[in-house]
């Protein structure tokens, strides 16, 4: 059965998990690569508000742009690209669907991962999975399950002490391209975010709905 494609305007949770609980990251350098890859294929497609890498699975929460979004970034870009020194040289800038790219993403890396350890095969799980989500109650549940995996996988005792993932963007004030405030808002304040956070909850609900 091929998968539900991404609808533009919505918000779903993207998953993904190694082949055979594989792990997919060894060294921070991995990681940063993929985030730096994640930058590249997504967010011309998509907002993110919160992400999390575990050494064998990831999570992101992300609305797909509008198609009029999309097409705004490319001719921006577009533009600033052809005003440029190396405009002349460079190729057209191609952006597939959010399904492709989400794709591509995951490709991309998994190449580069396995010329790195010398290894061959797939890397991820495919397809990639994903859950439309339209409930506010969802979001905000999403946003606790996601930041605290580290936690519940006995990495840390809070997420604040792990470095892979977007809680410690939401808590600083660095510019960055997570959408901070709405995901706060959600919470109504930064403190009930904060409060949140600290406090133990029961995620079966939640695990039984995206069918771990």
């Known amino acids: 059965m091929n998968p539900e494609k991404l609808q533009y305007g919505k918000f779903y949770h993207i998953y993904s998990h190694g082949v055979g609980n594989r792990n997919m990251f ?5 990681y940063a690569f993929f985030l730096h890859l994640y930058d590249k294929h997504i967010f011309p497609v998509a907002d993110t508000y919160a ?3 575990m050494p064998n699975h990831v999570h992101f929460v992300v609305r797909i742009k509008s198609e009029d979004e999309i097409v705004a970034f490319i001719s921006d870009t577009s533009d600033r690209v052809r005003n440029s020194d190396r405009g002349k040289n460079d190729k057209p800038i191609k952006i597939g669907t959010p399904s492709q790219q989400f794709a591509k993403l995951f490709n ?6 396995n010329k790195w350890i010398k290894a061959r095969g797939p890397l991820f799980e495919r397809p990639f999975k994903r859950k439309q989500v339209d409930n506010i109650h969802y979001l905000k549940k999403l946003v606790l399950y996601i930041h605290n995996n580290p936690v519940r996988h006995g990495f840390c005792e809070h997420p604040l002490e792990y470095p892979w993932s977007s809680y410690l963007s939401c ?4 510019p960055t391209k997570l959408k901070r405030d709405e995901t706060i808002g959600w919470f109504d304040t930064e403190a009930n975010f904060n409060t949140a956070h600290g406090e133990k909850m029961d995620f079966r609900d939640l695990e039984n ?4």
Request: net charge negative.
């Open 209 to 212: 709905w995206l069918e771990f």
């Open 171 to 174: 808590i600083s004030v660095k």
């Open 108 to 113: 991309a890396y998994a190449q580069s991962f």
């Open 51 to 53: 992400w999390v890498l």
């Open 26 to 30: 060894k060294e921070a350098e991995n």
